[in-house]
């Protein structure tokens, strides 16, 4: 038995009618000590991943000022599951909206005859 086939959030093309966008995604800075497990996301975005973990070192504000401590930093990638970034919306493609504004000029004046006929030149 086939799987219902599920949704789609993602917007289409009013020209060629494909699937476009990316996600807009939100980017969240994380840090936790040398050593230890990366605090867990309990959010409600969707956690696509993280990137970039790597070591910093962090000066003590306290009473004992120049000590330095070890940290790990990352960023991490979130999503709410339906923001896509669209630039051309409601196309895919700038080619796409040129292809669509040509087929409607075309549609709307092939009724009318050119008023002047360009002179062959042969």
């Not at 959030?9 to 494909?18: D, F, S």
């Not at 070591?55 to 306290?62: A, T």
């Not at 401590?69 to 409601?90: C, F, N, Q």
Request: hydrophobic share 25%; glycine share 6%; net charge positive.
């Amino acid at each position: 038995m086939a799987k219902p086939s599920k949704p789609s959030t993602r917007p289409l093309c009013v020209h060629c009618g494909n699937k476009y966008g990316s996600r807009k995604t939100t980017d969240e800075r994380i840090e936790w000590d040398e050593g230890t497990q990366p605090p867990r996301y309990t959010g409600n975005l969707l956690h696509l991943r993280d990137r970039w973990p790597h070591s910093i070192v962090v000066k003590d504000p306290g009473p004992r000022d120049g000590v330095a401590t070890r940290k790990m930093t990352a960023t991490r990638e979130l999503w709410d599951g339906i923001s896509y970034y669209v630039p051309y919306y409601p196309f895919c493609t700038l080619r796409c909206a040129l292809g669509y504004a040509r087929k409607a000029y075309q549609k709307e004046y092939e009724h009318v005859a050119p008023k002047h006929k360009a002179p062959n030149h042969s």
